[in-house]
């Protein structure tokens, strides 16, 4: 008998009769906030599997280790049971969002390089941002974990900026979360996809994330649909 796990902001977890194997649904949901902002949006979780399978499956095919064991149905994927680092791994390549507010900074400039932010997960604390020796010592994970989803957020940054460039998008920031399999081996987790990225348009710099809700500038499951024909574009999949 499945059971589950948790529901989070947008997706559930559930056991399934394989201890090594969780079922998860992506809803048809959007928050901001932290949660404080909640909105139903028909086929907005379909929309953000469909990119994060995308992205998932170019990456493990250059390379990246991933949760990923296959599709079920158009909102549910099948993932290697991992025990998640409460971290969130943030990477920037465009001055945007709090990283624009929390310095006085205009948004849209390009960083000199890449702006890597870790913040420990926590709904009740919003989120804060931690530090290397915080997170050592206070046993979240040792220096050569963090070096090791360092370095796996590097290569994603790496491959997936060309991607979106080839789909005319510009990747602005994304959050990356990892977890550790029964073996030992770290790999990369969760999801990717406009909910935890920011995507430009190269040309107009149009908003195609998450921001088209929490800033209330367009409908949100035509916004990941567009980005999903994009990328399917740029991956020749259509
Ligand atoms: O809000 P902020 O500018 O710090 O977000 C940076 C990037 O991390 C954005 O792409 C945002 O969608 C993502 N993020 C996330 N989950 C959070 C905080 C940020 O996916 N809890």
Not at 146 to 152: H, I
Request: hydrophobic share 40%; with cysteine; charged share 30%.
């Amino acid at each position: 008998m499945e059971k589950l796990l948790y529901t989070g902001k947008a997706k559930q977890m559930w056991q399934t009769d394989d201890p090594e194997v969780l079922r998860v649904v992506y809803m048809d949901q959007a928050t901001a906030l932290n949660g404080k902002k909640k909105d139903h949006f028909a086929g907005k979780g379909a929309a953000a599997k469909g990119i994060s399978d995308l992205v998932f499956n170019y990456l493990i095919e250059h390379g990246i280790a991933t949760h990923f064991i296959k599709q079920l149905s158009p909102t549910e994927d099948l993932v290697k049971k991992c025990q998640m680092f409460p971290l969130e791994f943030v990477t920037r390549n465009v001055i945007a969002g709090h990283f624009a507010s929390r310095y006085g900074l205009k948004e849209g400039k390009v960083l000199a390089e890449p702006v890597e932010e870790t913040f420990y997960k926590s709904d009740e604390l919003d989120d804060p941002f931690i530090n290397e020796s915080a997170t050592i010592a206070l046993g979240i994970a040792s220096h050569a974990d963090l070096e090791k989803m360092w370095s796996f957020c590097r290569e994603v940054n790496a491959l997936l900026k060309p991607l979106f460039e080839k789909a005319g998008m510009q990747l602005v920031d994304f959050k990356l979360e990892f977890g550790r399999l029964a073996d030992g081996q770290i790999v990369l987790a969760d999801e990717f996809s406009p909910d935890n990225c920011r995507l430009w348009d190269l040309k107009t710099d149009q908003h195609l994330d998450k921001d088209v809700y929490r800033r209330k500038l367009a409908d949100l499951t035509k916004t990941y649909d567009e980005v999903l024909d994009r990328l399917k574009g740029a991956l020749g999949k259509e």
